[in-house]
């Protein structure tokens, strides 16, 4: 029988809608009054009352999925709309002090408000930011909305976990598993598996976490030894507050970061299932349950198998299958003769066995820069090629950006709502803004890692990084300098193979090396991840993922998938903590009986093949 596949297309920055506003607001207002008119206006909202810019971000509230309407008209007609469908109450002022907001050249006043909607019995708490701007003509307009869905009333609350103290915390992620039906499956133990664990079991819903590595937090352990967070450490939290201590380094090293997560699942007593391998997942169509079968990972013993009416696969943003040059294949190494060692990044530890000796490194992303650095300090000779130009961004300024909202005064949950809820391209405006003018005013490093031979993409863009090339830059912790002080050298000119003792270049050039590491990247190809264990029809199923789509938002992220029961859940510390909420939220709501209804209507680039 013949499936229906979803696609959606994906999407450039440039051509999604939305813009900052050209206009400033002076500091003196009544941001009150101000506050009390815009909710008027919302409430008994008309196309005038809207900026001709207005964009609007939903997340569950009103559309059970996540979507971004712009310009006044869609905005008007779509919340006029679907205020009716979701049997919305009136809009009402929140706690929080209205806010004005300063971006270099643009303003705007932030309104925080509460309201609540309905599916027959079932009521979702929700609430939102309403932004207004001078329109230029001395009228404040509504330029930006967000809405999202906190809880159902009555029925637990996601950004709370339930711990029992006097459990024995210390058996809550061993043994086998005792059930055979779950409500969740949830297959993968980093930061995005752990997080819609967490928010399952804090909405009471019955689960169990799978993990294949020998503990939970070894998908960070068992990594190169120098890697550590390039964020800083209130940014990686994982849900209900604080998992580090004060005491911990803002530079997370993976060690600190993996006992931290086994520490956070013992905490909160996770259903959790280290050292298990899942097999297989098969969907029944009939009964709508998945049978998942499962073994002991460290010596494939122990077969078991137990059912779920949801599947989350939490395997990450298309970093499991490491990608080679082409002259780096199993049998080109084979064939050049070459007598050094030569792996991929993935499989890089250290380099203390090198001293002394000659290293390169092919890639000039962060994990590029991570091992070029680990070389140097080893007393190895570096050389980084460099195949394109790379976007560098230097951590002090992501320290301060991040710091504003991150931090031990704020609670995270606070602050995700704040960054979070905002439309894509609208986040990704003030972020360019805002570095580029750095870059402008800061040329120092940027023209030192040039005059090294470094080619530099001096005004890149970091979301088209992180949101459709999967990467490719480096956040600067160090090894810029290291290239400056040539301590670290770099070679641009095209690779044209191996020799018995390093590189060929296409000038005929010649490169001696006895440690030859591949940082080039992973298959982003994640339906063959997915068809390792729901096998391909179900995989050929589900939507792209990742990469923005028409509005800004991601593809096949943290919704259903286009599979019947089934969620794909990873990315970023903050994204997966945040999203994780919503993943539970939507299973939450099937649950209890009220099908989810994702609103499509005039969905960008989707087609059902």
Not at 190 to 199: E, F, I, N, S
Not at 311 to 318: S, Y
Not at 578 to 584: D, H, I, K, P, Q
């Amino acid at each position: 029988m013949a499936t229906t596949k979803m696609r959606t297309a994906s999407a450039v920055f440039d051509d999604i809608p939305g813009e900052l506003p050209a206009t400033q607001i002076l500091a003196d207002v009544d941001l009150k009054s101000i506050a009390n008119s815009a909710i008027e206006s919302l409430n008994a909202l008309q196309e005038d009352d809207l900026a001709a810019n207005a964009t609007w971000r939903d997340l569950l509230s009103f559309t059970d999925t996540f979507r971004t309407f712009s310009s006044a008209i869609s905005v008007n007609d779509k919340l006029s709309e679907l205020r009716r469908r979701r049997q919305c109450s009136p809009f009402r002022i929140a706690a929080a002090v209205p806010r004005l907001v300063n971006i270099s050249e643009s303003s705007w006043i932030d309104i925080d408000f509460e309201f609540e909607i309905r599916d027959g019995d079932l009521i979702g708490e929700c609430s939102g930011v309403v932004s207004v701007i001078d329109d230029g003509a001395g009228q404040f307009k509504i330029w930006m909305l967000r809405t999202w869905l906190e809880r159902y009333s009555g029925h637990g609350d996601p950004d709370r976990s339930p711990i029992v103290e006097s459990s024995n915390q210390l058996n809550a992620c061993n043994g086998s598993y005792p059930k055979q039906t779950y409500d969740v499956v949830v297959v993968g133990g980093g930061q995005a598996g752990l997080g819609v664990a967490g928010r399952l079991r804090a909405l009471g819903i019955d689960y169990i976490l799978f993990d294949d590595r020998p503990s939970i937090g070894d998908s960070w352990a068992h990594r190169y030894d120098s890697l550590k967070f390039h964020t800083i450490r209130e940014y990686g939290n994982l849900p209900f507050g604080r998992t580090w201590d004060e005491s911990d380094p803002q530079e997370l090293p993976k060690d600190r970061i993996a006992s931290g997560y086994k520490e956070w699942a013992e905490k909160h007593e996770l259903n959790a299932r280290a050292d298990t391998l899942v097999e297989h997942a098969q969907w029944d169509q009939t009964s709508s349950m998945w049978t998942v079968k499962t073994l002991r990972a460290s010596d494939q013993s122990d077969h078991s198998e137990c059912k779920a009416k949801y599947l989350i696969l939490c395997m990450g943003v298309g970093h499991k299958v490491p990608v080679s040059p082409d002259w780096a294949t199993t049998s080109k190494v084979k064939t050049s003769g070459y007598k050094g060692t030569i792996i991929h990044a993935s499989d890089y530890h250290n380099a203390r066995d090198f001293g002394g000796r000659r290293g390169i490194v092919i890639g000039t992303a962060n994990t590029a820069h991570d091992v070029a650095e680990d070389m140097a300090n080893a007393g190895m000779d570096v050389t980084m090629c460099q195949r394109n130009p790379t976007f560098i961004f230097p951590q002090a300024w992501l320290v301060a950006a991040e710091s504003r909202d991150y931090n031990m005064q704020k609670l995270t949950e606070v602050a995700d709502r704040e960054q979070v809820t905002m439309p894509t391209k609208i986040t990704r405006q003030i972020v360019n803004r805002t570095v580029h003018g750095l870059i402008g005013r800061n040329p120092e490093l940027f023209d030192g890692l040039e005059r090294a031979g470094f080619r530099v993409d001096r005004y890149g863009d970091l979301f088209t990084h992180l949101y459709i090339r999967y990467g490719g830059h480096y956040v600067d912790i160090g090894a810029s300098e290291r290239i400056i002080k040539g301590e670290i050298k770099v070679k641009t000119t095209p690779i044209k193979g191996l020799s018995a003792d390093g590189l060929v270049f296409g000038d005929e050039s010649h490169l001696e090396a006895d440690l030859i590491v591949l940082a080039t990247g992973f298959n982003h190809d994640f339906r063959k991840d997915a068809a390792e264990i729901i096998g391909q029809n179900s995989a050929d199923q589900m939507d792209h993922f990742w990469q923005p789509d028409g509005e800004g938002e991601l593809r096949g992220y943290a919704r259903l998938s286009g599979h019947p029961n089934l969620f794909y859940h990873g990315a970023e510390a903050r994204l997966a903590r945040f999203f994780s909420r919503f993943v539970a939220l939507q299973i939450q709501k099937e649950l209890l009986g009220k099908p989810l209804e994702p609103y499509l209507d005039s969905r960008p680039g989707m087609q059902l093949q």
